[in-house]
């Protein structure tokens, strides 16, 4: 059965994929050359595990920036991000900082710190993305109590380095 998510109302293991999805195909359409540069000649696949909920998925980078998603696969990875639903989406939705849910052992990140480290120059990408896919899903749901009041300032990216 799928059941909603301790402190994200309403939401349900798949509309939790839905965001994730959603996510990104933003993510990609926005941020495609930063990707591209970003993991060029690097690691370029990562595996996370949303702990609480038992969901897990990878994440490709092809040569030209695409993501493909890669739902419960069990391949090796060079990164691994584990979070529970509700720290991803306070990292997502930008109420907590990812290295302040690092520091706070809220987030759990095994990889070579490097890596680490790359990947947060696209997490405002990510976290834009994810607040228009979260937007999109509290409406269509009619999820009023998980309502998106995070709107992205035009110049988000920008002010972010």
């Known amino acids: 059965m799928d059941r909603e998510i301790s402190g994200l109302p309403g939401v349900t293991n798949e ?6 999805e959603r996510m990104m195909r933003y993510y990609v359409s926005e941020a495609r050359e930063v990707i591209a540069k970003t993991f060029k000649d690097k690691n370029r696949f990562f595996t996370y595990e949303i702990s609480d909920i038992g969901i897990s998925f990878q994440a490709g980078v092809t040569d030209d920036g695409d993501c493909i998603i890669h739902w419960n696969s069990m391949r090796e990875s060079g990164m691994k991000y584990v979070a529970d639903a509700l720290t991803f989406d306070d990292m997502m939705t930008t109420r907590v900082p990812p290295a302040v849910a690092f520091l706070q052992k809220r987030v759990k990140i095994h990889g070579p710190l490097g890596d680490a480290i ?4 696209v997490v405002p990408y990510l976290q834009k993305a994810y607040i228009k896919a979260r937007g999109e ?3 269509e749901y009619g999820l009023g109590e998980l309502a998106c009041n995070y709107p992205v300032p035009e110049d988000y990216l920008e002010r972010l380095g």
Request: glycine fraction near 0%; charge should be positive.
């Open 15 to 20: 509309i939790f994929r839905e965001f994730i």
């Open 118 to 121: 790359r990947f947060l120059a």
């Open 137 to 139: 899903i509290v409406r």
